[in-house]
């Protein structure tokens, strides 16, 4: 099992940035596994934001939000953050982190998660 905890969600204006982090924990949490960030915007489907494989050499991001967000992770935490500039009122959604338990060399498309996080709030005001 693997157990996931986010935190840095909060409000923020238009233009702001925001900085999240997710802590992975559990006998099942392994430093070869891909991880990302999916987020969930009220009244829309769950979407992939950005993934990095188990280096962190290999990131790959959403169209949305390439150029504006960058994924990193540090394996001795166990940790992977999600830096977020310049957002927009778009951005507005709940943000969850996410374990792929392969072991990827690249990330080239959206990683399919076997877990999840409870999700954190970000609120992008115009």
């Known amino acids: 099992q693997v157990q996931l905890t986010e935190s840095g969600g909060g409000s923020v204006q238009a233009g702001g940035s925001l900085r999240l982090s997710c802590a992975a924990s559990?006998?099942?949490?392994?430093?070869?596994?891909?991880m990302g960030w999916f987020r969930q915007a009220p009244g829309k489907e769950r979407e992939f934001v950005a993934g990095?494989?188990?280096?962190?050499?290999?990131?790959y991001y959403a169209a949305s939000v390439r150029g504006r967000f960058i994924i990193s992770r540090d394996n001795a935490k166990k940790t992977v953050d999600l830096q977020m500039n310049s957002l927009k009122p778009e951005d507005t959604a709940v943000y969850y982190c996410?374990?792929?338990?392969?072991?990827?060399?690249?990330?080239?498309?959206?990683?399919?998660?076997?877990?999840w996080g409870p999700g954190t709030l970000v609120t992008v005001s115009s």
């Open positions: 996410a374990v792929d338990r392969r072991f990827l060399r690249e990330i080239t498309k959206p990683i399919d998660p076997e877990y």
């Open positions: 990095v494989n188990w280096s962190g050499a290999s990131r």
């Open positions: 559990g006998r099942g949490a392994s430093i070869n596994d891909a």
